[in-house]
């Protein structure tokens, strides 16, 4: 088993620049969710490190070895692509120990990795079929059993749920996170689905534009995103966002100014924000932090906002109130008990133990958040 490290990686494509100065290091037997916008730069991450491209600057390690100029095939790391890549003509056993025929491993230790693989994915029953015969989901598991049965230091998923309904993309999920815990080996998996993100990984790498935003846990990234960028990204529905001005009333007392409503901030955090007072802010509250007055959580710092009723979605046990106030649109993530029609001027309630604010002075495109 090894823990793999990009040091100081760039790819570029020509003028293109793919990836931009990436530094991770993953431990051994970690799960690390490479997530972020179509074009981020992951895939080509993965690659990278795969072998299938070569890098214009850095290292990549594996273990302890730089495997910059080493063959895809000499990596000890196996790949489980988007696409399942199997082969129509061949049963689901051949399918699986088609890699290890090449590499001439003796038929009996072929069939014993291709048999436990198989008990291992719930597919002993499988193992005579033909892909055509198979659903996607137990595709899916075919193309995870070839990699398993390679016996890797690494295991590579590139979008390997995208191509399944979402109902047994959560089913995969769960199975790919116990396969994880049962062979206790290096997972790095790319995704855009944030939900797969925060539901699997050990820690997670949010990437934008080919540069590394922030690396940490999923409740860290939930709880204290490094940036704009993260804020908006990790969350569903996305966090809200509001641009204003921190003004000072009184020696204690802020407040972020929308233009449209005001909001005081608590008192017990408003020494940090202190120093932005009289400078734009952005104000970000998630909707979940939104709450319907009557059904608030008892204790919270509670801020009134009005605003109109655009768009209601009953999710069963929530409802998703899309709402306007002046120039500012918002969602709210409120109890199913919520009666309010389409068109209603309401008042609902922040959380203020749980908002955020980002400096745009700092990076107009990307705001820093203020902590």
Do not use: W
Not at 41 to 58: F, S, V, Y
Not at 69 to 86: E, G, T
Not at 348 to 371: C, G, K, T
């Amino acid at each position: 088993m090894a823990g793999v490290t990009y040091d100081h990686v760039t790819k570029k494509f020509g003028d293109f620049v793919a990836l931009n100065d990436l530094n991770i290091e993953i431990e051994d037997k970690e799960f690390l969710v490479l997530v972020g916008p179509s074009g981020c730069g992951k895939t080509t991450a993965l690659r990278c490190l795969a072998g299938l491209e070569e890098i214009t600057m850095g290292r990549i390690l594996i273990g302890d070895n730089v495997v910059n100029d080493v063959p895809p095939k000499d990596r000890d790391i196996a790949m489980v692509f988007q696409s399942y890549a199997l082969y129509p003509h061949m049963t689901v056993f051949d399918n699986m120990a088609f890699g290890l025929k090449l590499r001439k491993v003796p038929k009996d230790e072929i069939k014993r990795r291709v048999e436990e693989a198989a008990q291992i994915l719930g597919i002993e029953g499988l193992l005579k079929r033909k892909p055509r015969e198979l659903s996607g989901g137990q595709r899916q598991r075919v193309a995870v059993g070839r990699a398993i049965v390679r016996e890797p230091k690494v295991f590579l998923f590139d979008e390997p749920l995208s191509n399944l309904d979402a109902k047994l993309r959560v089913q995969t999920r769960a199975e790919i996170s116990k396969l994880h815990q049962r062979l206790q080996t290096t997972f790095i998996y790319v995704t855009h689905d944030q939900t797969e993100a925060m539901t699997m990984a050990t820690r997670i790498a949010v990437m934008n534009k080919g540069v590394l935003q922030q690396l940490d846990t999923p409740q860290t990234l939930y709880d204290k995103p490094a940036n704009l960028f993260v804020a908006g990204f990790i969350g569903s529905p996305a966090m809200n966002f509001f641009p204003g001005v921190l003004k000072q009333e009184g020696d204690d007392t802020l407040c972020v100014d929308t233009g449209d409503f005001s909001i005081k901030i608590p008192e017990n955090r408003a020494p940090i924000y202190k120093p932005y007072a009289g400078k734009e802010v952005i104000f970000g509250i998630r909707p979940e932090d939104i709450h319907n007055p009557m059904y608030a959580p008892p204790g919270i710092h509670a801020e009134p906002v009005k605003a109109k009723v655009d768009v209601t979605e009953l999710m069963g046990n929530e409802i998703f109130l899309y709402m306007v106030s002046g120039k500012n649109i918002f969602t709210a993530r409120v109890d199913p008990r919520t009666r309010f029609q389409i068109g209603e001027e309401v008042e609902l309630v922040f959380n203020m133990d749980n908002f955020h604010l980002f400096d745009p002075s700092a990076d107009r495109e990307n705001p820093p958040a203020i902590r």
